[in-house]
């Protein structure tokens, strides 16, 4: 089990401490200490689609009608997308990058595309309700304004 978690180490490397093995799968796996050159793109575009595919297992599993519900596939699509990072990392790209991301907008047409949100169309309400909404704070607030003009021109009444 723990031999295959070697491939994620450019050149396949062994980590030398627990230490080691801990700052390659913090930053090498998470992206933040990848090489920047050697990026074999065609390489890469030869081992997404096994991502693709074993996504596509996954999803026959769930009913086609809740392909728009995310909490009936979250651990699937976690899958998927850690499938197409560990791949591009391999190869020695970044992830996303533009390849990737365009590998992963094609899955999410094949799956996803009837699932459009439904824009809330926005109403006012009737008059008989805005009018007292709009009424009762404007009132409110000039019968406050003139109890403190009052109250102040009486100042001397009340000390």
């Not at 997404?48 to 651990?75: H, R």
């Not at 595309?113 to 824009?119: A, E, F, H, L, V």
């Not at 019968?143 to 009486?154: T, Y």
């Amino acid at each position: 089990m723990i031999e295959p978690l070697f491939q994620l180490f450019p050149g396949g490397s062994k980590p030398k401490t627990i230490s080691h093995y801990s700052f390659h799968i913090l930053f090498g796996h998470l992206g933040a200490c990848q090489r920047t050159s050697g990026c074999n793109e065609t390489l890469m575009l030869e081992r997404l689609p096994a991502c693709g595919k074993a996504f596509e297992e996954m999803m026959k599993k769930v009913d086609v009608k809740n392909w728009c519900n995310l909490t009936e596939f979250i651990t699937y699509y976690d899958n998927f997308t850690s499938c197409t990072e560990l791949e591009t990392n391999i190869v020695g790209c970044f992830w996303p990058n533009p390849l990737t991301e365009g590998f992963i907008t094609g899955v999410h047409r094949q799956f996803f595309s009837n699932c459009t949100s439904d824009k809330v169309h926005w109403e006012d309400p009737p008059d008989e309700i805005l009018i007292p909404l709009i009424l009762i704070p404007v009132l409110l607030t000039v019968g406050m304004a003139s109890l403190v003009v009052w109250c102040s021109k009486r100042n001397d009444v009340l000390v």
